[in-house]
């Protein structure tokens, strides 16, 4: 499967919400390729998540890297709906594959239900937390054209990535 070019702020498929994917397209082919393509590129690009606008494609699919420390695996999402679990909002860093290059402090949810369909149309219903929690927000922002800039409290935590390795990577969590 190719990798595909993931588009950058300023493309419109960012700012525009996702269409819902239709019921006759689960289990498909074309959806399958898709969603392929999308772990693809995503692995490619090093990230941790990916969401169909981001390929330019206005439809609710993300894929993301469940698990940590080795033991990750892909896993793709259509139709998603999420429900914040109670508990008060995180501040980390976060970056975005179309906004490459910069970094920021983004409050998010400490947990959530993540409910919607796999790929072959099975339903998923799953509390995720932490920074498996993060990245679906992140991710499930991104079929709603909101972008992690928008969520940010304090612009002036932008950092470029380089500098942020050097001065504030350690140190920005609050
Ligand atoms: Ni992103």
Redesign the pocket.
Known sequence: MPVRPVVRLGHPALREPAAPVAAAELGTPGLRALIEEMIETMGAASGV?L?AP?LGIGLQVFVYLAGEGGAEEARAVINPMVEPEPGELVYDWEG????PGLRGLVPRHPALRLRGMDPAGRPVDQVARGFEARVIQ??YD?LNGV??LDRMRDLRSLAFEEEWEEFLADTGRK
């Open positions: 998540g969401a981001q975005c594959l179309s906004i992140h991710e991104h972008v992690f």
